[in-house]
């Protein structure tokens, strides 16, 4: 018997409302997070990769946000019926989130180590009484020295060296890779279930965004976690993730395995990025992006969105938004050039 998928997002459609009108940011995404995947959520920036990323947690504010449309089920449950009370506990002991930027990630003015205690009591509040930021009070001095040991073991584990000193530090002594740690640090310090990662290497040298990569890829192996990775990067993907889904203007337009997508990609924008990407054989001019412009999302096309730049685009393109059709086992395309086994040139 296959196991339950740890999240399934169903069909889900966001609006977000604006002064100009109303955004159809997302437009019937489908995506399946297995225990132990590790997947990267690829796109352009726009596309709604974080809006599909923060609807699991609920971290999307309503408004301007509204779901006219979907599910986003994690652990057996669709979290957009539950409560606020529920959800503060269900993201205090199940899902941790490390931000894009960590130079804004921590408050300036508290040390790390207030930070950290504050946010471990914080979790275990939750846990014990939902409501915990309405009645919420100090902790008695034995549960902030047992916070503050927890503290130090987190920063051990993420790579700080000498925590039990640079605990006390604000987070201005700390450099952008040291922050980021500090974040992943506060982020699992609850044992989350799901971590999501919203472009976490975006700020910093390339050689400090391996050494984030390596720390989450080794999280993965001790801890057991599941992680969603946001980025732009696919260079990131093909080091860190096992699956990649890739999004366009509010919909997956392929998902599979890695290696399958990197080889052998098959949508034809997936296609159009993968030849964007420098390697050993490029030569002057031999790069090509993806014709034309990202549609307005305010006045999206009808059926496929791709269709306005797609070099295969047929009639039935622009009628109908294309289901998901199985090229082998767990890689999928949403394009009409594969509904009778075909295939993109």
Known sequence: MAETPLVEIRNL??????FDGVAKVLNGVDLT???????GLVGETG??????????????PQPPARYPQGQVIFRGEDMLTKSADAMRELRAQHIGVV?????TGL??????????????????????????????????RQRRLAA?????QLLRRVGIPEAEKRVHAYPHEFSG??????????????????????????????????????????????????????????????????????????NVVETGPTRDILRSPKHPYTQGLMRAIPNDDSGRGTLQGVSGNVPSLLDPPPGCRFHTRCPHVTDRCKQRIPPMHSIRDGHEVACVLYENGGGAA
């Open 148 to 152: 503050h040991d927890k503290a130090i």
């Open 13 to 18: 459609y966001a609006e977000m409302v604006t």
């Open 177 to 250: 890779g040291m922050r980021q740690r500090v974040l992943i640090a506060l982020a699992i310090s609850g044992q989350p279930d799901l971590l999501i990662a919203d472009e976490p290497t975006t700020a910093l040298d390339v050689s400090v965004q391996a050494q984030i990569l390596r720390l989450i890829a080794q999280l993965v192996r001790e801890i057991n976690l599941t992680v969603l990775l946001i980025t732009h990067n696919i260079g990131v993907v093909a080091q860190l993730c096992n699956r990649i889904a890739v999004m366009y203007a509010g």
């Open 99 to 103: 931000f894009q930027d960590p130079m």
């Open 47 to 60: 596309c709604g990769k974080s809006v599909t990323a923060m609807t699991i947690p609920r971290l999307v």
């Open 107 to 140: 408050n300036p003015v508290f040390t790390i180590e207030q930070q950290m205690v504050d946010a471990i009591l914080a979790r275990q509040n939750a846990i014990s009484s939902t409501g915990f930021v309405r009645g919420w009070m100090p902790s008695n």
């Open 33 to 39: 997070i297995n225990k132990g995947d590790l997947l």
